[in-house]
């Protein structure tokens, strides 16, 4: 399995941190490099397709 690295400073260890981000409605979450800080990915905070099958369990639907 290939080793994920960090494509500023070939780092290997990495971690999330929410990002604020002005005038946003959503929290975002970074993945940034330990070693330099650079931003790799964001992605949402909640995991939404979670969300959507928790509120249509409380409607009484099924979406699976």
């Known amino acids: 399995m290939a080793t994920p690295k960090c494509p500023k400073c070939d780092g290997t260890s990495f ?3 929410e990002l604020k981000v002005k ?3 959503y929290r975002l979450l970074a ?3 330990r070693s330099c800080g650079a931003i790799i ?3 949402e905070f909640f995991n939404v397709n979670a969300q ?3 509120l249509a369990e409380k409607l009484g639907h099924d979406i699976t």
């Open 23 to 25: 005038d946003s409605r």
């Open 31 to 33: 993945i940034n490099c």
């Open 41 to 43: 990915s964001v992605q």
């Open 52 to 54: 959507l099958a928790v």
């Open 15 to 17: 971690e999330v941190q």
